[in-house]
């Protein structure tokens, strides 16, 4: 469904006797929050987009910022030396590989995300070009747009964008009831998408020698 489809359909299934009505600009808030916060509880969804970026480091360069729709890096590779980089993990591994980064100049082994910015170990001695897969972060929806994710599941958007309306107005029961169908559809999504594509077959296992 498209936007506009959903905010049709919010204007439609909202029942209110206090006389509240909502304009289309305000339903279309409602569903790109309710949308947003959704695609951003898991940035492993499947159907989130890949992109690639080239970024490149001035020689002695401690750090460069990221693409603006970076939501995730997933890799790194160093297009200058022609070998992939290593992620550092944890918040003070970099320290500990690397206590004065800037000391000695080399070629990149490791690259550290902190924040919107990208950091390379040692900082390159050289200019280097590195190439950064990552996943994008969705833009909000407008008009003829659409979900990125199933179809089947885009009524999640419907029952979060009534939960905060019904929420607003202080009809706390209504908003319960769409905040419960929300729920359910996104555990089903999740379960859907990450669960075992058949499991409604059991593992069958072999003891017939014990």
Known sequence: MTLT???????ARFRDTGGYT????????????????IVAARPDWPFMQTKSSSITFAPSATSMSLPADAWRV????NATGKYPLVQIDGPAQHIYLYPDPTAAPGSPQHFRVFARTIELYPVPAESTDVVVEYSASPAELTGS???IFPIQYHQVLLHGALQHAYEDIGNLQQAKVHETHRDRLTIAMQNDLFGPKHPEFPVLTDNFFG
Not at 5 to 11: D, I
Not at 23 to 37: D, R, T
């Open 74 to 77: 997933s890799s790194v590779y």
């Open 5 to 11: 489809e959903l905010v049709t359909r919010c204007q």
């Open 22 to 37: 909502f304009l289309a600009e305000e339903w279309e808030a409602y569903l790109n929050e309710v949308y947003l916060s």
């Open 145 to 147: 747009d659409s979900p």
